[in-house]
């Protein structure tokens, strides 16, 4: 089974709804950048997690584009194509990103935090 047939075959319920398809392939990817960078911890906290999610999100645009056959004037042309849904995917890869970094990070990072914040004040 080739990459193009998982696609087709995890996303093929929309097959009729090329927008939908690629707002449901974004909202995989957005879930998929933020577990990554939230497991990475303090590795991915700041620019390079911005940066990686950026990436996977240009990456979701080639997968639609190219693995799964979605012209982009099916969706109203290249620039819909980047900007539907762009702001969907955003707020789910911060609030998932957030969530987990959460529960993973360290005790030891937010003692350092508490202590920066702390010594701040005084």
Request: hydrophobic residues 55%.
């Amino acid at each position: 089974m080739g990459l193009s047939t998982a696609f087709k075959m995890m996303f093929r319920r929309w097959d009729d709804r090329p927008k939908d398809q690629s707002f449901y392939v974004k909202m995989l990817f957005a879930t998929i950048s933020a577990i990554v960078c939230g497991l990475n911890g303090v590795a991915f906290a700041g620019v390079r997690g911005v940066l990686f999610g950026f990436l996977v999100y240009t990456l979701s645009l080639f997968v639609i584009v190219y693995v799964m056959d979605i012209d982009p004037s099916e969706i109203g042309g290249r620039q819909k194509l980047v900007t539907d849904s762009l702001a969907s995917y955003l707020l789910l890869w911060i609030l998932l990103w957030t969530l987990i970094y959460v529960f993973v990070a360290p005790a030891r990072v937010y003692e350092r935090l508490l202590v920066v914040i702390i010594s701040h004040m005084l």
